[in-house]
């Protein structure tokens, strides 16, 4: 099992950009689907984006499709998500997920969680 830390986040203007990292330790880390989700203070969670262990199959939320990007380097055991555009709204703790299920589409899919960074959008 692969344990996950999240880096980058911080204090960002809107329309800005912003790129946090999560790095796995662990083995086998490109059998594992990943995913970033956020949680803004009052709010659940919500799934931004995933992307299969080749990075063949990536997919996004509707309010960040365009704006963010997921990637992984499998040779660094790291998953990245680059937040350009940003706004106000994507205020929020930011967490990486890995999952087992291929396709995972609830959180209770993904059994391994990183602590979480958070991203503050201002005006």
């Known amino acids: 099992q692969v344990q996950l830390v999240e880096s980058g986040g911080g204090l960002v203007q809107a329309g800005g950009s912003l790129r946090l990292s999560c790095a796995a330790s662990?083995?086998?880390?490109?059998?594992?689907?990943m995913g970033w989700f956020r949680q803004a203070p009052g709010k659940e969670r919500e799934f931004v984006a995933r992307?299969?262990?080749?990075?063949?199959?990536?997919n996004y939320a509707d309010s960040v499709k365009g704006r963010f990007t997921i990637s992984r380097d499998n040779a660094k055991n790291t998953v990245y998500l680059q937040m350009d555009r940003v706004k106000p709204e994507d205020t929020a703790v930011y967490y990486c997920a890995a999952s087992r299920v291929a396709l995972p589409t609830t959180p209770d899919q993904y059994d391994t969680w990183g602590q979480g960074t958070q991203v503050t959008v201002s005006l």
């Open positions: 662990g083995r086998s880390f490109s059998t594992y689907f």
């Open positions: 992307i299969s262990g080749r990075s063949f199959s990536r």
